[in-house]
């Protein structure tokens, strides 16, 4: 039973480029959650999308920044023109139905993308 | 808003020694807390958690009780081993699927 898939696991991006990172949710989880590890600092929700729909981007940038879970395929985080302060790293976390607490969501190791 | 603080690291034990990490939060109402783990090159993995005030949640020797008039979560265990180095956060929930987590502390135990 394969866990959360990130990929990939580090990222490294010059000023102005396009970082894309994917997350395979658990077989069979159709809720996908994007947080963010800034350094020094705690796990930041973004993102919450079902398949072909996204619920609830309450914390994600107004700019540059937008993620998607398609009908087929994994959830994917587009950070646009990245600059030096995207550099952190991006968790993943998935669940069969929409969680209501933190032992209904499963987490996938993070990618680490640093902007030089 | 919803925030946690915990203990910074790196915290480096002897086999068998006593962990304490602490963790306070600030939240309206009453959130349930956990504490998860992260062992190198994998995901976060719940450890334990409790959903009300006084509850004591525990897993694998590591133990944490809920008290609302200190806001804290305070992660324990009494004698830790080399496999328990890992990185620790504390985080809450308003029962909803938005967690809060604190900024993590990293624990190696020396054999």
């Known amino acids: 039973n394969a866990g959360v898939m990130q990929n990939p696991r580090h990222l490294v991006r010059r000023r102005g480029q396009e970082a894309r990172l994917r997350c395979s949710p658990m077989k069979g989880h159709s809720h996908v959650y994007w947080y963010r590890q800034l350094p020094e600092e705690g796990l930041k929700f973004m993102v919450y999308?079902?398949?072909?729909?996204?619920?609830?981007e309450s914390g994600m940038p107004k700019e540059r920044f937008s993620a998607e879970f398609p009908k087929e395929g994994p959830s994917i985080l587009r950070i646009q023109q990245v600059v030096r302060g995207d550099s952190a790293a991006y968790f993943c976390?998935?669940?069969?139905?929409?969680?209501?607490?933190?032992?209904?969501?499963?987490f996938g190791p993070g990618t680490r993308l640093t902007v030089l | 808003g919803n925030s946690v603080t915990q203990m910074e690291g790196p915290v480096t034990l002897s086999e068998e020694a006593f962990l304490t990490i602490n963790c306070t939060y600030t939240?309206?109402?009453?959130?349930?807390l956990f504490w998860y783990v992260q062992y190198p090159g994998e995901g976060l993995q719940l450890l334990l958690k409790?959903?009300?005030?006084?509850d004591k949640g525990s897993n694998k020797g590591f133990e944490a009780t809920y008290r609302k008039e200190t806001t804290s979560f305070h992660l324990e265990k009494g004698s830790v081993q080399v496999s328990d180095s890992a990185v620790y956060f504390c985080a809450l929930s308003r029962r909803d699927y938005k967690l809060s987590f604190g900024a993590g502390t990293t624990v190696t135990v020396r054999a």
């Open positions: 976390a998935s669940s069969p139905l929409r969680a209501g607490g933190a032992d209904e969501q499963f």
């Open positions: 939240a309206t109402g009453y959130p349930s």
């Open positions: 999308l079902q398949k072909e729909n996204i619920i609830d």
């Open positions: 409790a959903t009300k005030a006084d």
